[in-house]
């Protein structure tokens, strides 16, 4: 195992760091403590282990990092995803949140976890695995949200090939939590390959999404993905025909969310490349990138577009806190909020 750290910048007199690790077969993540932004994900050739494909889409620099509104492959909270009409109420109260995404709160807000400066506790390592601990405080009121909440990330890079991120959180006041990853892959890489996600292979274990309306809000109904696209239990393969239908932006119910069992997978058959999720988290947003600008500069000087990476988010559903048939995203004083989620790469699916 191989691990550097580098200081890029000073922000408001916090460090941000640039961290890489590297496991013994050369899988490799970059990372850094604004946002946990994963700026790099190698994977190398089952032919040449010294060839590798970078297989998140990212920012070419750090100011692009910096300034952008998106949320490539980064932190979200303290609530991920949309919430209706940015309010809810808790306790008897009711709590406005900044609409961000009209008339919706969408992944934390104005500023949200992925524009925050992580502080870096420790990192460990042995000769199986690589781990760093990150703690972000988010104060009473931030983004509206009640309560001081004390959040910790870990990210865990091993000789399995696994990428783990462990979230905990805590609280002095009721509040609600619902934290996560906002990878934006493409397995096809940024070589010879690159294209849009066309040429992907899709899989999700689960019989039912939640239903959503025009503005992507849960309408509080979950149904059947039986004899529609968004039946994923059996591998399905993305055409350009299925992209260009819109493709899909929606909160899968999860059958095994157990961490044991995978709950979905992603490979690219151009390069055989992919991941398996593993979660403990009841749901699984599956976003295929419809809402991407249509041009825009990214890593290596490639231009992304619309459809050129897709996401998996597993997570307590959309909206859950208006939703009393939904997992609850409450965190009471004094209970700790915990969420895993396991990414094993794999260069051998073809």
Not at 249 to 267: C, E, S
Not at 289 to 303: A, F, L, P, R, V
Request: aromatic letters at 14%.
């Amino acid at each position: 195992m191989e691990h550097t750290s580098e200081k890029i910048t000073t922000i408001n007199k916090e460090d941000v760091f640039s961290l890489t690790f590297i496991n013994n077969n050369n899988y490799k993540i970059n990372f850094y403590n604004f946002g946990g932004y994963i700026h790099q994900i190698h994977i190398p050739y089952q032919s040449n282990k010294e060839r590798t494909e970078d297989v998140l889409l990212g920012y070419n620099d750090f100011d692009d990092c910096k300034i952008s509104r998106g949320y490539f492959n980064s932190i979200i909270g303290r609530v991920g995803n949309r919430i209706g009409n940015a309010k809810f109420n808790l306790n008897n109260k009711e709590y406005n949140l900044f609409k961000n995404d009209p008339p919706n709160h969408l992944h934390g807000g104005e500023e949200g976890f992925n524009k925050k400066i992580w502080k870096i506790l420790k990192i460990e390592e042995n000769s199986n695995f690589l781990s760093c601990t990150m703690e972000y405080v988010s104060p009473h009121l931030e983004e509206n949200y009640p309560g001081n909440l004390d959040c910790k990330a870990k990210f865990t890079l091993n000789n399995n090939n696994e990428f783990i991120i462990s979230f905990c959180a805590k609280t002095d006041e009721d509040t609600i939590v619902n934290l996560t990853n906002h990878n934006y892959w493409n397995f096809h890489g940024h070589k010879n390959n690159y294209q849009n996600i066309v040429n992907h292979n899709v899989f999700i274990e689960a019989d039912h999404i939640c239903e959503i309306d025009e503005s992507y809000i849960p309408t509080g109904k979950i149904i059947s993905v039986k004899d529609t696209k968004f039946d994923l239990n059996n591998t399905f393969h993305i055409s350009q025909n299925f992209l260009d239908e819109e493709g899909i932006d929606h909160n899968y119910v999860l059958k095994n969310a157990n961490l044991v069992k995978a709950d979905g997978i992603i490979f690219s058959t151009l390069t055989g490349m992919g991941v398996e999720y593993f979660t403990d988290q009841p749901g699984m947003q599956f976003y295929t990138g419809n809402m991407m600008d249509e041009n825009y500069e990214g890593k290596y000087y490639k231009t992304y577009g619309k459809n050129h990476g897709m996401c998996f988010e597993p997570q307590i559903f959309p909206d859950a806190i208006n939703h009393s048939n939904f997992p609850s995203p409450m965190l009471n004083a004094g209970d700790t909020y915990r969420s895993t989620i396991k990414m094993k790469f794999r260069n051998n699916f073809i």
